[in-house]
């Protein structure tokens, strides 16, 4: 049988490419695309028979791109969120997407208690402070997390590794997901926004999501974490929220666009704390999405069921042809 032809989209130097995917041998004929541009992608993509995805976004599968893969079997995306790609076109066209599921639940959940901690105890301000040469004991007011309603949006592998963290601390947590869930804490959304002095944002992006959270509705002096989607948020209202005071802060790790621009208004904002998209990025997350995915290919390739899909068509990948001498 010839070999499968993947065709790596990250953002990675080729030889490296190449050395992450070695436990596939032979079966599998590596290629990148010759430039990291649209263009290069689409023209790669007619042999394409497994793409391996691109995390930033910035090569994502449109319904153009799944239009230009007619052989296409398999996309395994090296990263939790997949709204980069178009979903329904590749349901549509029997390729299942399969991501990394639970790989970055332990970083991005300690970056989320530790981004509310930071908040609530002041700890930007006072190191500010210090460094001015100020001693602001009594003027800062922190507050402590013990005892606090924290809520969570979104129950997935990270809203479970949240939930603990925080329960760890002696905060009273509830949750809303769109799956229903055994777990006790789950309530409306809209009681969740109202009622809790922390609130959690790590929901995956969908049609539905987007622009789910109006910091508006949140309790009066309540802290918003987002380390979900930027769009999940509607980042206006989170500005307009925080010059108001309705919102005593705000940790973001994602943002509407990415890199934030220079002229963000979030950037010169008091009691915001600003993080790079990197919540989930440790050299521990990073070597379980490797394994993942790694072990995601060669089952792929064994005829074994993949892990994590996303789309609901079957997990056994095949083939579009048993000869794949056509391509």
């Known amino acids: 049988m010839k070999p499968w032809h993947l065709l790596a989209l990250p953002p990675l130097d080729e030889a490296l490419i190449r050395t992450l995917l070695e436990p596939l041998g032979d079966r599998v004929e590596v290629r990148v695309p010759a430039a990291r541009d649209r263009a290069s992608m689409l023209a790669a993509l007619p042999e394409a028979e497994i793409v391996l995805g ?18 296409l079997a398999f996309v395994q995306q090296p990263s939790v969120g997949v709204d980069g790609h ?29 981004a509310a901690l930071s908040l609530s105890r002041k700890l930007g301000e006072a190191d500010a402070a210090v460094r001015a040469g100020d001693w602001p004991q009594q003027g800062l007011r922190p507050r402590e997390l013990h005892g606090r309603r924290v809520g969570i949006v979104g129950y997935g592998p990270i809203g479970v590794a949240c939930a603990a963290l925080f329960r760890a601390l002696g905060c009273e947590v509830s949750y809303w997901t769109r799956t229903p869930r055994e777990d006790p804490g789950h309530t409306d959304l809209e009681t969740l926004l109202a009622t809790s002095d922390v609130v959690v944002a790590v929901i995956a992006l969908t049609p539905e999501t987007r622009g789910l959270i109006d910091p508006a509705r949140l309790k009066q002096g309540a802290i918003l974490v987002n380390a979900a989607r930027g769009e999940v948020v509607d980042q206006g209202a989170l500005v307009a929220a925080l010059r108001a005071g309705h919102l005593a802060g705000a940790a973001l790790d994602v943002f509407e666009t990415e890199p934030l621009p220079k002229d963000d208004p979030l950037r010169a904002l008091p009691g915001v704390l600003l993080s790079p998209h990197a919540a989930g990025v440790t050299p521990e997350s990073t070597g379980r999405l490797i394994a993942v995915t790694v072990d995601n290919l060669v089952a792929a390739l064994d005829g074994r069921e993949v892990a994590h899909v996303v789309n609901g068509v079957s997990p056994i990948i095949r083939r579009k042809f048993a000869d794949s001498s056509v391509l």
């Open 54 to 71: 691109d995390w930033t976004g910035t090569l994502a599968l449109d319904g153009e791109a799944v239009a230009a893969a007619p052989w």
């Open 86 to 114: 178009d979903l329904p076109a590749l349901t549509a066209a029997g390729v299942p997407v399969a991501n990394t599921a639970g790989v970055s639940a332990i970083a991005v959940s300690e970056w989320c208690l530790a």
